[in-house]
């Protein structure tokens, strides 16, 4: 867990814009890192940062729906991360990670009726601690070769 907040201790619960990615050179910086996992409609791509808090960048196609539902999706995804930004994976001491999370439109069924936020929750925390798991096992691989 991310955070020096003492259990006792609320941690504020804000999504302010230094959470957020938002120049093209930082997306074009985490698609270029290959990290790509996906669950259902859900693709997260990650980065590690050198910053002690996570950012979020979306990135939700028309393909998906209306604008009605695009922004749908993207509230949903920005309350998940902003109620589990602690909950995340650190890529070391004090930094984490860039993510950008895109909506596959998938079947119109699946992209019009938004998964519920405790699912969307769980989604991004395990994305997020996979694509760390797959960082680890890169660093690793990069330290053993000669």
Known sequence: MN??????????????????????LEFDAV?????????????????PNTLPHPRLGLAVST???????RNRWKRLVREAFR????????SGSHTSYDLII?????SIAQ???????????KTLVDLATDADRE????????????
């Open 102 to 106: 895109s909506v596959r439109p998938g």
């Open 3 to 24: 955070g020096d907040a003492s259990p006792t201790t609320p941690r504020p619960l804000h999504y302010r814009v230094r959470h957020r990615l938002t120049h093209a």
């Open 83 to 90: 109620l589990r930004q602690y909950d995340l994976p650190a």
């Open 135 to 146: 960082f680890r096992r890169r660093a690793r691989r990069a330290s053993e070769s000669p």
């Open 63 to 69: 393909r998906v729906g209306t604008a009605v539902i």
């Open 111 to 121: 992209a019009r009726r938004p998964i519920p936020l405790a699912r969307m929750e």
């Open 31 to 47: 698609y270029a890192a290959k990290v790509k996992k996906s669950r259902g409609p859900i693709t997260l791509f990650a980065l």
